[in-house]
């Protein structure tokens, strides 16, 4: 939705089950994306959550997971909402005068706007509702209820399983044949996959060193750089503002990524797009590790038209350095407006190879991989 049309956004608030409440800064050229203070959303939520009727509770769950930022990470969002819907269904009983393939569908809308009003959807998030709701449309009519829901509880299994779990299980096999002794790979931020190449990696007896690229504000590289030293790897921490200093030293980069979308451009957490620039320009190969259920058909050439913002404060706030927090009133300035973008988007020129369950590919031949294996069998199987 436009949240630059004001009668579209009245309408919305009027359904909405969050409290909404919009800052008083606005960033005037992200005026279409939804600019709300973070913050008062989790105390209303948790005074209503014995009136909202039509919300699961497990996906009332997820939802405050999501406003917190407790759950992180494309693929762990992806199946916390699939695993609450599956909840969602096990618990479902069709109402008299209803049919199962139509109510449920409401349903299943409901759950997905209670959801976007927490956080906005991800394009793997996006795909997943559309396998799912295909696969309730095409449910058979002479099917019982809990046949139905046996159906689609196995169909929701599946798709975790093999579309998540046993794609980065091949992604990193795909991935560790570019690893050789002596390598020195740098990543940035935290993705789950880069994480098992690099620690199967190892444990295959392969020698090498792993720089962790981190930046403000979640620093998420923390967590990464935590896990890999219990694994036992040789690794260097440091922010990307030293990026162009520390990249003489590496011979590859493995990236994750949020999508990937036609044009081949890799829609990834912000920062990510300044990591492969760089090592771009250092003639560095860049590998985009990314499943197939995150590929979408769209175009993106800029982070300004499809993104998601922060909360401002948190870039205004310097952890554990409180003389440097000198933006702590920043919102009672008029003139002073905070961009905390959460994603930003790497043009397919700085990217060598998207390794992916389907092989290892150039950008350039993400179409043919709708080409040949087509929409439906990316999500389905």
């Given at each position: 939705m436009q949240f630059d049309d004001r009668t579209r956004v009245e309408k919305a608030k009027k359904r909405a089950v969050v409290s909404q409440r919009e800052v008083r800064n606005r960033v005037e050229l992200f005026r279409h994306l939804?600019?709300?203070?973070?913050?008062?959303?989790?105390?209303?939520?948790?005074?209503?959550?014995?009136?909202?009727?039509?919300?699961?509770?497990?996906?009332?769950?997820?939802?405050?997971?999501?406003?917190?930022?407790?759950?992180?990470?494309?693929?762990?969002?992806?199946?916390?909402?699939?695993?609450?819907f599956r909840d969602a269904i096990l618990d479902y009983s069709t109402p008299p005068e209803k049919t199962l393939v139509r109510d449920l569908t409401s349903k299943i809308?409901?759950?997905?706007?209670?959801?976007?009003?927490?956080?906005?959807?991800?394009?793997?998030?996006?795909?997943?509702?559309?396998?799912?709701?295909?696969?309730?449309?095409?449910?058979?009519?002479?099917?019982?209820?809990?046949?139905?829901?046996?159906?689609?509880?196995?169909?929701?299994?599946?798709?975790?399983?093999?579309?998540?779990?046993?794609?980065?299980?091949?992604?990193?096999h795909h991935a560790i044949t570019k690893i050789r002794n002596g390598d020195v790979l740098l990543t940035h931020g935290h993705s789950t996959v880069v994480e098992m190449i690099l620690v199967q990696a190892h444990e295959l007896g392969k020698q090498f060193r792993v720089v962790v690229i981190d930046s403000r504000p979640k620093l998420e590289g923390k967590t990464l750089l935590r896990k890999l030293v219990m694994n036992g790897l040789k690794c260097t921490y440091t922010h990307i503002n030293a990026i162009s200093y520390i990249m003489h030293e590496v011979t590859h980069v493995f990236l994750g990524a949020s999508a990937v979308l036609s044009n081949g451009t890799v829609y990834s957490r912000v920062g990510a797009a300044c990591v492969a620039m760089v090592a771009h320009s250092f003639r560095i190969p860049v590998l985009i590790c990314c499943e197939a259920y995150k590929f979408h058909e769209r175009v993106l050439i800029d982070s300004i038209c499809s993104n998601e913002l922060g909360d401002p404060d948190v870039i205004s706030h310097v952890h554990e350095r409180?003389?440097?927090?000198?933006?702590?009133?920043?919102?009672?300035?008029?003139?002073?407006?905070?961009?905390?973008?959460?994603?930003?988007?790497?043009?397919?020129?700085?990217?060598?190879?998207?390794?992916?369950?389907h092989g290892m590919i150039p950008p350039t031949s993400v179409p043919v991989i709708f080409r040949e294996y087509g929409r439906d069998q990316l999500l389905f199987f």
């Amino acid at each position: 939705m436009q949240f630059d049309d004001r009668t579209r956004v009245e309408k919305a608030k009027k359904r909405a089950v969050v409290s909404q409440r919009e800052v008083r800064n606005r960033v005037e050229l992200f005026r279409h994306l939804p600019q709300y203070e973070h913050g008062p959303q989790l105390p209303y939520l948790e005074s209503k959550f014995f009136h909202l009727g039509h919300i699961h509770p497990s996906v009332y769950k997820v939802g405050l997971q999501y406003l917190t930022g407790s759950s992180t990470g494309g693929n762990a969002r992806c199946k916390e909402m699939l695993l609450g819907f599956r909840d969602a269904i096990l618990d479902y009983s069709t109402p008299p005068e209803k049919t199962l393939v139509r109510d449920l569908t409401s349903k299943i809308n409901s759950f997905v706007s209670f959801l976007i009003e927490c956080r906005p959807l991800s394009v793997s998030m996006g795909n997943a509702i559309r396998f799912l709701k295909s696969r309730i449309v095409k449910l058979q009519p002479n099917l019982s209820e809990s046949e139905a829901k046996s159906n689609l509880i196995s169909d929701i299994d599946h798709f975790i399983n093999e579309k998540i779990v046993i794609a980065d299980q091949v992604i990193v096999h795909h991935a560790i044949t570019k690893i050789r002794n002596g390598d020195v790979l740098l990543t940035h931020g935290h993705s789950t996959v880069v994480e098992m190449i690099l620690v199967q990696a190892h444990e295959l007896g392969k020698q090498f060193r792993v720089v962790v690229i981190d930046s403000r504000p979640k620093l998420e590289g923390k967590t990464l750089l935590r896990k890999l030293v219990m694994n036992g790897l040789k690794c260097t921490y440091t922010h990307i503002n030293a990026i162009s200093y520390i990249m003489h030293e590496v011979t590859h980069v493995f990236l994750g990524a949020s999508a990937v979308l036609s044009n081949g451009t890799v829609y990834s957490r912000v920062g990510a797009a300044c990591v492969a620039m760089v090592a771009h320009s250092f003639r560095i190969p860049v590998l985009i590790c990314c499943e197939a259920y995150k590929f979408h058909e769209r175009v993106l050439i800029d982070s300004i038209c499809s993104n998601e913002l922060g909360d401002p404060d948190v870039i205004s706030h310097v952890h554990e350095r409180e003389e440097l927090n000198h933006l702590q009133n920043w919102s009672h300035k008029e003139n002073l407006q905070l961009l905390n973008l959460v994603y930003d988007a790497t043009p397919s020129d700085f990217v060598s190879m998207i390794v992916t369950e389907h092989g290892m590919i150039p950008p350039t031949s993400v179409p043919v991989i709708f080409r040949e294996y087509g929409r439906d069998q990316l999500l389905f199987f």
